[in-house]
Structures are given as C-alpha cells and as structure tokens.
C-alpha cells in the first residue's frame, strides 16, 4: 500500500495535470469562437460557387465540357486528400478522419483501384502512413496561424498537375464537417470530376458571357482551392469543440481522482494513526 508521503505527493501531480486540462479547455473555448465564425462565413461562398458551377454544368455537355468536370472516363486512379489537425488532445476527432480514409481508401483497393494519398494535418499523415506508406505522395501542415488561401493553393495547385498530367481519374476530399459543438461529421468530397447534384441546378438560368465553357475553365480550378479552404476551416472549429469537451471530460475526471485519493489518503492516515496509538495503549498495559 502507497504511504500518505506517496498519496500526497500523486495529489499534487493530478492537480498540476487538472490545471493544464483547464488552461486547455478555455484556450480551445476561446478559440472556437473564432474558427466557427470563419467556417460559418466561409460555408455561403463555398455552397454558391457549386450553385453556380451546377448551373454553367447544365448548359455544358459533349466533348466541349471541361476536363474538370467531364472527367477523363475512367475511375481506375484516384487520389485520396485527407484533411486532419497537425495536434491532438482532442478525444476522436482525428481518429475519425482517419477511420473514414481508411474505409474509404480499402473499399478502392479492394475494388481494384489504384490509390494514391495527400494529406492535410501532421495526424492525418501519422495515422495513416503506417497503413499506406508506399501510397503516400506529399504531406502538408496546417501550422498556427488561421488557415488561408495561401495553405491550400499549393495543395490545390499540385491536384490540379496531377490530375492535368494524366496520372489521377478521381480525385476525394475527406475532412470533418463541423455540425455543432457536439457533433462532427466525417466527409467525402469529390472534387475532381466535380459532383453536380441535381437539386443544386435548380432556379433562375442565366445567359452567360463568355460562353459557358470558358468561364468554367476558370472557375473550376478555383473551386478546388475554395472547397480545399472550406474543409480546412471545419476541421479547425471541430477540432477545437472536440478539444474542448475532450479537455473538460479530463479535467472532471482529474477532480474526481484527486477526491479519491484524498479519501484514501485520508484512511491511510487513520489508520496509521490507529496502530500507533493501540501499540501505545498495548505498552502501557504491558508496564
């Protein structure tokens, strides 16, 4: 059994780690504030330039169509982009990005696919790299400060090489999307050939000028970037509700041992003192 010197002693090495987890838990509140308003402010522009491109789609078809959006005809290559945060502390949140890819990237192999993988997020590439080393192309970070389009348009503008070369028929994005404080959703996107989905055509059709074509061979490489920037900002205000709950679920978990340990730290002492005092008792007698 510990002495009381050793109970003490844990006590006062629980309490240290609780004051870290809460230091933690209110930096990650404060900072979720902040990514939730940028991924709130960045969802619109990212739901429109689909609602667009969806519309420019319906009035584009046949050989003309840019190779963005027609694809090449085959499905046989694909390229695989999972986004995750570069640290941890933040219970499942990177895990689940990674189950996903996992899923994701096994179901293509099993299939007969060839697969090939980027990642976004030094998790991310840790998770996975173990499992798929020799699928493995380039690695980026997120880094410190709030991501930007200057993180992900060297991500997007190798795609964009890859993919222009001949080397890669599809082209998915897998990141978590961020749906509330609680609930983080992991997601994949295709991005190349881009994904027109029915209900996103729907409205008023416009005459265009330039012609169609034209302005999509445009706007679509600059949809990778934007959709890229999107996925990164969700992971962000995930990544900071998950450390946030993850960091609080620790810190009552820390209160709860340190009361434990009090008890038993407690008893220890009692009883310490309990034999001392019957020992004394006993001599006394014994005289």
Not at 54 to 68: D, E, H, I, T, Y
Not at 240 to 261: E, K, P, V, W, Y
Request: charged share 20%; proline share 4%.
């Amino acid at each position: 059994m510990a002495t009381v010197k050793e109970m003490r002693t844990r006590i006062g090495s629980v309490k240290s780690t609780q004051k870290i987890t809460k230091a933690l838990q209110m930096v990650a509140a404060a900072k979720l504030r902040r990514a939730q308003q940028a991924t709130e402010a960045a969802r619109p522009y990212a739901q429109r330039m689909s609602a667009i491109i969806s519309n420019l789609a319906a009035g584009v078809s046949g050989p003309s169509a840019p190779l963005l959006l027609a694809g090449t005809g085959s499905d046989k290559r694909h390229l695989i982009i999972v986004a995750t945060a570069d640290r941890g502390l933040a219970g499942a949140f990177n895990g689940s990005i990674a189950r996903a890819a996992r899923l994701k990237i096994a179901a293509l192999i099993a299939e007969g696919k060839d697969v090939k993988i980027i990642t976004i997020g030094r998790k991310g590439r840790d998770q996975l790299r173990r499992q798929f080393g020799n699928r493995y192309i380039e690695s980026y970070e997120v880094g410190l400060k709030p991501p930007g389009l200057s993180l992900v348009q060297p991500v997007a503008k190798q795609i964009l090489e890859l993919y222009m070369s001949g080397q890669f028929d599809v082209v998915s994005l897998i990141y978590s999307r961020f749906k509330s404080m609680v609930t983080q959703i992991p997601t994949v996107k295709q991005l190349i050939p881009a994904e027109i989905e029915p209900g996103e055509a729907r409205g008023v059709f416009y005459d265009y000028e330039p012609d169609e074509d034209t302005i999509l061979e445009a706007l679509l490489p600059q949809n990778i970037s934007v959709q890229l920037l999107s996925a990164v900002l969700e992971n962000q205000a995930g990544f900071f509700a998950s450390q946030m709950a993850a960091m609080d679920n620790a810190t009552r978990n820390a209160g709860d041992l340190i009361n434990a340990l009090t008890i038993q730290m407690n008893r220890t002492r009692q009883a310490k003192i309990t034999t001392e005092l019957i020992e004394i008792i006993a001599g006394a007698a014994a005289v």
